[in-house]
């Protein structure tokens, strides 16, 4: 009797769960168009302050950047061409974190649909960006160190923006 409370203790205390991560949550869609067009989407992230999305499409010759911000196309993708879509998305936190994300899809144009198909989704990387430690360091908004401060400039010191008179 001890054995079988011990299995069933053990079964149900290791029970697993799928981690859900920031990038999860992202995704993009295609409109149905011969000119390969697609719209990014947060999914409903709560905290974010931000997203950078950075899209390029690369056919067996070479990769394309895209034309336009929000949605993104690719007027020179054909539609004869099999794509590898990528994206990396850069997401700004409330809490002063950023997380970086880099997926990639392997896209064809379905010519009975009219649209362009994913074929496979695969996650390239996840990576959390470490913050700087907080000292009391003055930086400039590009985030480089000063030694001195000029007067009427902006920086930042201990994660505080500043502006010298």
């Known amino acids: 009797m001890k054995k079988i409370l011990l299995v069933l203790l053990v079964l149900f205390g290791l029970q697993s769960k799928a981690q859900l991560t920031v990038c999860d949550s992202l995704s993009y869609s295609i409109y149905p168009n011969t000119i390969l067009t697609v719209t990014p ?3 409903g992230i709560s905290n974010v302050g931000a997203i950078d999305w950075n899209f390029t ?4 010759v070479t990769c394309y950047i895209p034309q336009g911000n929000n949605p993104f196309s690719f007027p020179l993708i054909n539609m004869t061409d099999t794509v590898k879509l990528c994206y990396d998305a850069y ?3 409330l809490d002063s974190t950023s997380i970086y994300c880099t ?6 144009y379905n010519f009975n649909l009219f649209t362009w198909v994913v074929l496979s989704r695969n996650v390239v ?3 959390e960006v470490p913050l700087r430690p907080v000292d009391s360091k003055p930086y400039d908004l590009m985030g480089r160190e000063l ?3 000029p007067n009427s400039m902006m920086y930042i010191r201990n994660n505080k923006l500043y502006m010298r008179k």
């Open 41 to 43: 989407s947060s999914g």
């Open 125 to 127: 990387s996840v990576n």
């Open 147 to 149: 030694f001195y401060i």
């Open 57 to 60: 499409a690369c056919n067996d």
């Open 103 to 108: 997926y990639c899809d392997s896209l064809v």
């Open 91 to 93: 997401i700004y936190l």
